[in-house]
């Protein structure tokens, strides 16, 4: 055939070796290089590169990068089982051998159809790029950032207020976008008050601290309540009014003329599913919605646990649902910077005699989420909220309270304290005033 | 629609053959799997698998509505949203009286008044619109054989004596209420699981379960080691289905569970709060039988 094939030695190892991560092959090309072997052998070098005059030279890096793509177990190349076994036992080993052929001669080969032929063909192409160019520039792995770049987004980053200030002093400002965060809590302490708070929350504009987004509710245990909603959303829109009352600029006010309770009901996009195939479904399909609905900021999955609590007699089977739901949840919330809240219940575990509330869903889901905030009540039944994972607030509890408005801070009366003026800051509610209503 | 089967989703027949060799048969089969076993289970190359798993996932996931959709189709049909107890605070406080479309669970000690309650919602039921009721049937599941036929003629006859002034409208009243006698956790469960009919058959608007908890706290004994877990397993289940059928049908769902009072404290709990959404506790704290009811927002 015309290629000629590098004898195992030089690897190192046998042909069925599977494919090895690419910083280990780097190494040993290097130290290979070292010792004076360098087999690149002229034929098998890229037009753009055997001197024809691009004007980009290469880096050595890259083209040690593109040769150790070239050589590239064909098992770890997303193919058909059927296709792979049959390219195995025709004796290719690597991608390099199969990008030298057309379509028809690998179809005749190794005894597949040639649609088969060509979709290889084109599944290896795409992950392995014959053009040297587009090595030069990009790294490998398209998702690197330094700390610093980091550094500089989480600045610029949003928070979507609760509206209980203490709450978004303890997590820094508000619901973090780009990260996961639970709400754990007893029935009735209020976990889908404050999701249902979130999603009116998320649409207040940019000139008030909001971040000015859509919300996705995907609701398993039908406790949405449309009109509850509707009242939340009228308080939120009264507190703007009055907050762009005591402001001269024109941009709250005309910021206001879009925020009504019609828009802000018109931007929660409402799933109810009922168990969790209809669930896993839905999360499949949210990447393909959020393409068409590029204003989401928020997705909220009220009650993860109720749908897996039950009909489940394989638990290792609903360990890896759980955990492939996670992972999709997580990478939407990197990819289009959004913040993803899900809803968990509590459960009681039996230690020693002594029974205590723990969130539900076992221990290793608890390493789903990167913010966990526990709801729950004191002797005085009050409520409280306990920041309780966090990677860069410390724990701490607070009080908080549920009126009529929504969700909201404790309030302590205080009839000596002369009245406040609304600060510049809308996040931080004037005292008096709105507690009057 | 979990249990769709595959093959009415427009897959090819051998594609569906050769799933249904590896038991794969329904969309919940299908999404169970991992991609690498799919890609085993299909043959096919991992973006195929992609595409057949946004296929799979079109076909059983849900609708998607605005919630200014919702509060417009709820705006349509105001009369039917509620069912007013006639218990003039306890409407207030539960704005406007129990919902429609969810599930509601009606606490308290023994021998505070939980059957007199669900016997009372069952006479409003049958009312007609005009005198605040709902015009629907009622199906009563007894599991403590505390329905007594009698008492409801009683009541029915006591309260409204100006409607109920001939046997022929009580009589009448009594055939739209269907009671069925559970004893057992299967059994509740099984009946459940085949009211659609007779919902649909019968024009049912109220569904009452009483009680909840004396099935379970028969058959399940908290001190023995794998029982909680059966036990909330079962609950689950039986808290998906309701909420299913009070959605699905618009009807309402009411469930009557026994408090116990831990050691040391005044307070008389709900014996499992895990599940449910609206809580009205009866309490016996005082001669009047005061009704405190626990919404998400107070």
């Known amino acids: 055939m015309g290629t000629s094939r590098f004898p195992p030695s030089i690897w190192g190892g046998d042909r069925k070796r599977s494919a090895e991560p690419l910083s280990q092959l780097l190494l040993r090309l290097m130290s290979l290089r070292g010792r004076g072997l360098w087999f690149r052998r002229p034929e098998r070098i890229p037009d753009a590169w055997a001197g024809s005059g691009s004007p980009t030279s290469p880096s050595p890096r890259a083209v040690e990068l593109l040769f150790a793509a070239m050589q590239r177990h064909l098992g770890s190349y997303p193919l058909s089982p059927g296709v792979r076994v049959k390219l195995v036992s025709a004796g290719f080993q690597t991608a390099e051998e199969l990008l030298e052929l057309k379509p028809s001669e690998l179809s005749r080969e190794v005894g597949i159809s040639k649609e088969e032929a060509l979709e290889t063909l084109q599944i290896i192409k795409r992950e392995c790029p014959v053009d040297l160019s587009r090595f030069a520039s990009v790294s490998i792995s398209g998702k690197k950032y330094t700390a610093l770049e980091l550094l500089e987004q989480e600045h610029t980053q949003g928070f979507i207020i609760t509206f209980c200030s203490a709450l978004d002093n303890i997590m820094g400002g508000g619901i973090p976008l780009t990260k996961t965060t639970e709400i754990c809590g007893a029935p009735g302490v209020g976990k889908t008050q404050l999701c249902m708070q979130l999603a009116v929350d998320v649409q207040i504009p940019e000139c008030f601290g909001g971040v000015a987004g859509e919300a996705i509710f995907l609701d398993t245990e039908g406790s949405f309540m449309v009109d509850r909603v509707a009242d939340l959303a009228t308080a939120c829109v009264q507190h703007l009014h009055l907050i762009a009352g005591s402001h001269l600029e024109e941009e709250h006010q005309k910021a206001l003329e879009n925020f009504s309770l019609e828009s802000i009901l018109s931007h929660i996009y409402y799933f109810r599913c009922h168990n969790y195939t209809e669930l896993l479904a839905q999360v499949h399909l949210l990447p393909d919605f959020l393409l068409e609905h590029s204003k989401v900021q928020l997705i909220i999955v009220d009650g993860i646990a109720f749908p897996f609590r039950h009909d489940f007699d394989d638990l290792s089977l609903r360990t890896r649902l759980l955990n492939g739901l996670a992972q999709q949840l997580i990478s939407m919330a990197n990819n289009h910077k959004l913040a993803v809240i899900w809803t968990n219940q509590m459960t009681t575990k039996i230690d020693k005699n002594q029974s205590m509330l723990v969130p539900a869903l076992g221990e290793s889901w608890g390493h789903a989420a990167t913010i966990r905030l526990i709801l729950h009540w004191d002797q005085k039944q009050s409520r409280l909220a306990t920041l309780h994972k966090s990677p860069s607030q410390k724990e701490a509890t607070v009080l908080f309270d549920i009126t009529a408005q929504g969700f909201r801070d404790v309030v302590v009366p205080s009839p000596l304290s002369p009245p406040v003026e609304p600060s510049g800051n809308p996040r931080k509610r004037s005292r008096d005033g709105r507690e009057e209503e | ?298």
């Open chain 2, 1 to 298: 629609m979990a249990t769709k089967k595959l093959t009415r989703i427009g897959l090819s027949q051998d594609l569906c053959d050769r799933l249904s060799r590896h038991q794969v048969v329904t969309c919940q089969d299908f999404l169970c799997l991992s991609p690498l076993e799919l890609m085993k289970v299909t043959g096919q190359s991992y973006q195929g698998v992609s595409e057949l798993l946004y296929v799979v996932s079109r076909a059983c996931a849900p609708q998607m509505q605005t919630a200014y959709e919702m509060k417009l189709e709820k705006s349509g049909g105001p009369s039917s949203a509620f069912l007013a107890t006639t218990l003039i605070s306890l409407d207030e406080a539960l704005h406007g009286g129990v919902a429609c479309g969810s599930l509601t669970e009606i606490t308290g000690p023994s021998g505070c008044g939980k059957t007199q309650f669900c016997m009372m919602m069952s006479v409003l039921a049958t009312l007609p619109t005009g005198m605040g009721g709902l015009e629907g049937a009622v199906i009563y599941i007894d599991t403590e054989s505390a329905f007594s036929a009698e008492r409801l003629i009683r009541i029915a006859e006591f309260r409204f004596p100006s409607f109920f002034n001939t046997e022929e409208k009580l009589l009448s009243m009594s055939s739209k209420i269907h009671l069925y006698k559970e004893l057992t956790c299967n059994e509740v469960l099984k009946r459940i699981e085949s009211l659609e009919e007779e919902i649909i058959s019968n024009r049912v608007k109220l569904l009452i379960i009483d009680s909840v908890a004396s099935v379970v706290r028969k058959e399940f004994d908290t001190q023995l080691q794998g029982n909680m877990r059966e036990r909330s397993n079962f609950l689950a289940r039986e808290a998906s289905l309701l909420k299913y059928l009070a959605e699905e049908f618009s009807i309402i769902v009411g469930g009557s569970v026994d408090c116990t009072r831990p050691r040391n404290s005044r307070v008389w709990v709900p014996m499992r709060p895990h599940i449910l959404l609206i809580c009205v506790t009866l309490s016996l704290n005082s001669n009047c039988l005061p009704l405190t009811a626990l919404l998400p927002w107070n």
